[in-house]
């Protein structure tokens, strides 16, 4: 989104931004956690490789869902897309560090994985707004 909005499309569309990144963050959040705990367990599948794993899949609906719908974005895949898989890796390495250091010292992994959300998603609020910048 331009910096400086003109007209009232894109006003409307930046005041409704904070609440669409919210839907796609919760939708992205349900399907994030459906799989880790169903690779956990019903898979048997250790935590960090199933958090790896349902972090991967969440970041590829959301780049989706970010682009077409929270901010309508006419960024070229070409230069949106690495940009926002770059943030993800970042997120990523975020969302095991603290998912690892919380394990050791005994949390549930759900209730580690919620500290991991918070934490990965201030992180990624700003860093979206860039990528899907009508100026990129």
């Known amino acids: 989104m331009d910096p400086v909005l003109r007209g009232p499309r894109q006003r409307a ?4 931004v904070p ?3 919210a839907v796609v963050g ?3 959040s349900a399907v ?3 799989l ?3 690779m956990v367990e019903l898979g048997g599948v250790p935590v960090l490789p199933a958090s ?3 972090f991967a899949v969440v970041v590829l609906e959301n780049y989706l869902l970010h682009r077409s719908w929270t901010f309508s974005s006419c960024a ?3 230069q949106a ?7 993800a890796g970042w997120g990523a390495v975020l969302n095991g560090m603290v998912m690892d250091t919380c394990l050791r010292f005994g949390w549930h992994y759900l209730l580690a994985q919620t500290l991991a959300l918070v934490v990965v998603v201030a992180c990624n609020f700003i860093g979206t707004l860039l990528i899907f910048s009508r100026r990129t």
Do not use: D, E, I, K
């Not at 569309?13 to 409704?16: E, G, H, M, V």
């Not at 897309?81 to 943030?87: D, H, T, V, Y």
């Open 32 to 34: 994030y956690y459906a």
């Open 36 to 38: 880790l705990w169903s």
């Open 52 to 54: 790896t794993f349902a």
């Open 81 to 87: 897309l690495p940009r926002f898989a770059l943030m």
């Open 13 to 16: 569309l930046a005041a409704s």
């Open 26 to 28: 919760l939708v992205g």
């Open 19 to 21: 609440l669409r990144f």
């Open 76 to 78: 070229p895949h070409r």
